[in-house]
């Protein structure tokens, strides 16, 4: 059996944390934390077996109770949570790996049913988005949004800032800034679905305020080294939509790049899905915006990521759907092995099937 040589498995800094290799597991939410949004023992089992990655990031953990859209998805807000953390982390380091937690708003992308006291879920504006969330009853169709005032926005930031020290008191060497995906910071990102009329909507340089406030909130909180920021330029995941995407995710890119962040990971076509959506996108002068570490994602394989790192592309990988279902993944990679079909009927909810019972190589 060959072993592969190749720099993708060669350690990597990333600040002043050293990774083992380029792999990521990218953040995949999974349905199933516990009662108080609390992870279980399944999660810290899940996470333990897959700390070969070069880094975890972890599934979107919303920042506060507003910031829940899906049942039984876990928080980084609560005292018991952040217990629960605290084992995942141990188990993770114990294992040799690196952990970031992902820091979740998912504005509009909510339901009543999952707010406190019935809420109506909060965006930039009151636009109802046209997408579905996962309830007690299955999936339904998203909760009309009301609009936040510059109150809510003061201390949704706050939020997301303490999140980031809680996260780091539960042990995590980091953070990262959900900005993707159709959830709060990319709402307000996107002409679709921030109509607002104040220093938060209309130019690009308002609508890129609230993502450029939210990480100096976070950075000033825990430090740049341990802040990574998330962004998903073309996918039109969740209803949004921008009228010049190019110019306003080169914007948002620049603006976060006022910080040494640890790096800037951009999903580079429709999330789970396409790669091609937009072909006329141009990556590459979005990456000339941030010196630092340049994280991609979406439909990677092990060929694709060789050939763009050898192209200078990009530093870091990131996989989801192939660490599900691949607990050793580094592994198989850099061995050339096979890898474990995924069972698409167990990513959302359930119990260890299809969460810790995908099998390692035999030794
Ligand atoms: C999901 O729950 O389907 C989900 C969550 C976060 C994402 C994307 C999808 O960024």
């Excluded at 498995?9 to 995949?28: D, H, Q, T, V, Y």
């Excluded at 980084?76 to 605290?86: P, R």
């Excluded at 008191?169 to 679905?193: K, M, P, W």
């Excluded at 999330?271 to 439909?299: E, Y």
């Amino acid at each position: 059996m060959s072993t592969s040589t190749s720099p993708l498995f060669a350690p990597f800094k990333l600040g002043s944390i050293e990774l083992a290799n380029r792999l990521i597991m990218a953040p995949l939410t999974r349905n199933r934390a516990g009662p108080g949004r609390v992870p279980t023992d399944l999660a810290i089992e899940y996470y333990r077996q897959r700390a070969s990655a070069g880094l975890i990031i972890t599934e979107a953990s919303q920042i506060s109770p507003m910031g829940q859209g899906y049942l039984d998805t876990p928080g980084i807000y609560s005292d018991a949570q952040i217990d629960a953390w605290k084992r995942v982390t141990a188990a993770v380091h114990a294992e040799g790996g690196k952990i970031f937690l992902q820091l979740w708003h998912v504005g509009r992308i909510s339901h009543t049913s999952l707010l406190p006291d019935g809420a109506a879920p909060v965006a930039p504006s009151a636009l109802t988005a046209k997408s579905k969330t996962f309830t007690t009853e299955g999936f339904v169709d998203v909760s009309s949004p009301r609009a936040m005032t510059l109150d809510d926005i003061r201390s949704t930031i706050a939020d997301y800032a303490q999140a980031a020290r809680n996260a780091i008191t539960a042990g995590f060497d980091g953070v990262e800034v959900h900005a993707a995906n159709g959830y709060l910071i990319d709402q307000f990102l996107r002409d679709s679905s921030n109509q607002r009329s104040d220093e938060y909507g209309g130019s690009i340089e308002n609508r890129t305020r609230f993502l450029a406030e939210v990480t100096d909130a976070v950075v000033a909180a825990v430090g740049a080294e341990r802040v990574g920021v998330r962004l998903s330029p073309v996918a039109p995941f969740n209803d949004v939509a921008d009228s010049q995407p190019q110019a306003l995710f080169e914007r948002a890119v620049e603006r976060i790049a006022a910080h040494p962040l640890a790096y800037v990971h951009v999903i580079e076509g429709a999330t789970g899905g396409d790669r091609d959506i937009d072909p006329s996108f141009d990556f590459a002068a979005l990456r000339a915006k941030f010196s630092g570490a340049w994280m991609v994602n979406n439909g990677y394989d092990h060929a694709m990521a060789e050939s763009r790192l050898a192209a200078g592309a990009a530093d870091l990988f990131c996989f989801g759907r192939l660490f599900i279902s691949n607990p050793d993944l580094v592994r198989r990679l850099r061995e050339g092995r096979a890898l474990n079909p995924l069972d698409a009927a167990t990513l959302y909810g359930g119990g260890a099937k299809g969460y810790t019972d995908y099998p390692f190589l035999p030794d």
